[in-house]
């Protein structure tokens, strides 16, 4: 079974300062790769996700994230953050099934802080 | 996502009682996902749907039953709500079958408390 694993519950990062959320996935195959962000009291959105070919995918809101099969890793970047940016983040892997994912599982989050 | 919707999107009841979330999209997508939402465990799969006959178990499945009646509809009925299941629950729905490649798109969220 595929796993998510986020190290990281809460991270707290200065405006204009770069950002790396970690992710790393447990799948016995080639995964297909997300990032979901939720805005307090809002559903999830989209920033990117990783299928095939080039192992470095970008995103909407500047957002871009590098896929690592050796580390098994998918992390998120930014070069800099904005105080909109403050919500959670969330790595999901789903199952290759008929040509694309089937039901994601996800990592637990990381809640992003933005200190003025 | 207007494009998926959820009711009701808060809903507070007592133990014992049947619940039935709904969710709707005017996405024309062929799959759809019942999640729920914890504080600090993510989002766990409920059930899910790749056609209207093909219902199928998630992680999570125990006390809780689905219905694709349609589509565009899938339910979610907890026949017998408990306490333990009060959470945050997120339908989605995906586009695989169009070719480009299986983003589930979510709606807003019901929050569900059972007293």
């Known amino acids: 079974a595929q796993s998510v694993t986020q190290p990281d519950i809460h991270i707290t990062v200065s405006e204009g300062a770069s950002l790396e959320l970690r992710c790393n996935y447990s799948?016995?195959?080639?995964?297909?790769l997300f990032w979901y962000v939720q805005s307090p009291g809002q559903g999830l959105q989209l920033l990117l996700k990783y299928f095939s070919g080039d192992t470095l995918v970008q995103g909407i809101k500047g957002f871009e994230a590098e896929f690592k099969r050796s580390q098994s890793s998918f992390n998120l970047r930014k070069p800099s953050v904005h105080w909109s940016d403050a919500a959670e983040y969330f790595c999901?892997?789903?199952?290759?099934?008929?040509?694309?994912?089937?039901?994601?599982?996800f990592g637990k989050g990381t809640h992003l802080i933005i200190q003025p | 996502d207007a494009d998926v919707t959820q009711t009701p999107r808060n809903r507070i009841t007592k133990t014992g009682k049947r619940i039935m979330l709904e969710c709707s999209q005017t996405k024309g997508h062929d799959r759809m996902y019942w999640y729920r939402q914890d504080p600090g465990l993510g989002l766990r799969l409920i059930y899910y749907?790749?056609?209207?006959?093909?219902?199928n178990k998630g992680e999570i499945s125990d006390g809780y039953s689905v219905s694709r009646q349609a589509q565009a509809k899938f339910s979610l009925s907890l026949e017998s709500a408990i306490p333990n299941q009060t959470a945050l629950y997120f339908c989605?729905?995906?586009?695989?079958?169009?070719?480009?490649?299986?983003?589930?798109?979510f709606g807003p969220g019901t929050r569900l408390t059972v007293l």
């Open positions: 989605a729905t995906s586009d695989l079958g169009t070719g480009i490649g299986g983003t589930q798109y």
């Open positions: 999901a892997v789903g199952r290759r099934s008929g040509g694309g994912a089937d039901g994601l599982t």
């Open positions: 749907s790749f056609d209207v006959k093909d219902i």
């Open positions: 799948y016995g195959a080639t995964p297909y």
